[in-house]
Structure formats: C-alpha cells, structure tokens
C-alpha cells in the first residue's frame, strides 16, 4: 500500500514560474501544496522502506530546488469539527467518540489550543485517527499514513541527527547479535561512541536515513563506520 508523506518546505515560491517548470519536469509524481504561505509536498511510497524513499526524495528536491529547506514531516492536526467533515458524521456524533473507553477507546488528543475568551479545543493527530476508524468502524478513508515512530525518523535524519540516536541525554540499551553484545552510546559530541564487546556482524537496524548500503560492523571500535547517511 502506498504511504503518503507530507513535509514542510520553506524557501520555494509556487508562484514562480521558474519553480514550477522544475517542479514539472523532476517531481511529477509529488503533490505540492500552499496554504497560508506554508508550503508543502507529499510524497508518495508505493512500499519497502518509506524512511529512506522519503529521505533520498528531500535530498533530490533540495539539489533541484537551491532555495528549498525541507523542515520536517508536517503534522495533520484536526479538531471535533474536521474530524466530523471528513468522515460525513455530525460533531456531536464524534464527540461520543472521544469519550469511548476500553480497548476501542480513541486516540487521545494531542493537544489543546486556545483559550478565553472563544475557548480551549482539543486537537487531534489525523493519522493516529484514521486507524481507529478503520478498526473500530471499518471505515476505510483510503489513506496510509506515517506512524509517529516513522515521523521521528524522518524528521531526525532531515535535521542530520546521526544515526538517528545522537542525542547526549539518549542512550540505546544494548542489544545481543549472534552472542555479542553491542552498546550504542548517544554523547555530547557529535560522534556517536561504539563500544563493542566481542564481533558483531549483523544489521541491528539502527536509524538508517537512506537507501544505500548497510552497516558495515567490524571487530574495532575505531574501524566501525556506517556507509548509509547523508
């Protein structure tokens, strides 16, 4: 099934008809998109590894594009109201929604924005809504949308956070391949710190942000190099 991903572009004038003849001639296949100044493009993943395909597509726009900075994947935020629009129900009927409880619960809002004097609304994630609708009613809207595990990977490997782990308050617990056992250290410093304890020769599926090689593990700590980042 393909996964439609949307990111926030800034730097790219759909007015231009500069930017539209190479709009035209390299990305087709993408959906461009200005609301209220913000542009967007979605991209579209007809399957495998929707992280990489989505990565390698920002890198290509930025080439084609000087200007254009690809920020993060964009959030589709909703209210009561737009969640009632769009699946053809009255508010008050998705109001009982939210306030179903157990198992089939809906998903929680994300936020609330607002406030006196026209007061708070709860806002929810558009993706974490469609699922529950398709489980809980069988209402198939006919989108495949990013989960929010595959949003943080995009969005880290678009603001190049290495490995998808460089983060000096983030640490993985290690992990046992074939016998060994293999620490991955997020520091302060921008290098990511290995410490491996005997020989790993195996993809743990750390992060990757595109579509290139794998990991390439070797016995030393000083040796150990990842050829798939950009």
């Not at 493009?41 to 989505?54: A, E, L, Q, R």
Request: aromatic share 8%; net charge negative; charged share 25%.
């Amino acid at each position: 099934m393909t996964t439609a991903v949307r990111l926030r572009v800034t730097g790219v004038d759909l007015h231009s008809e500069a930017t539209n003849d190479l709009i035209a001639r390299y990305f087709p296949d993408y959906s461009w998109a200005s609301v209220d100044g913000q542009v967007t493009v979605t991209i579209f993943v007809p399957g495998g590894d929707v992280v990489g395909h989505v990565v390698e597509a920002a890198n290509e726009i930025k080439n084609r594009l000087p200007d254009a900075k690809i920020t993060r994947v964009h959030r589709d935020f909703v209210t009561m109201s737009d969640v009632a629009a769009r699946v053809g129900l009255s508010r008050e009927a998705i109001r009982k929604w939210t306030h179903r409880k157990g198992d089939d619960a809906f998903p929680a809002p994300v936020d609330t924005v607002g406030g006196p004097p026209s007061g708070a609304v709860k806002i929810w994630d558009w993706a974490e809504v469609v699922p529950w609708l398709e489980k809980v009613y069988g209402l198939a809207m006919d989108e495949n949308l990013p989960d929010h595990l595959t949003i943080a990977h995009i969005d880290a490997c678009l603001a190049n956070v290495r490995d998808f782990l460089d983060r000096d308050w983030q640490q993985v617990g290690s992990q046992t391949a074939r016998g060994a056992r293999v620490a991955l250290l997020a520091p302060r410093t921008s290098i990511m710190s290995t410490v491996i304890f005997g020989f790993a020769q195996e993809d743990l599926s750390v992060g990757k942000c595109s579509l290139r090689d794998p990991f390439d593990w070797t016995p030393s700590p000083a040796a150990w190099r990842s050829r798939d980042y950009v």
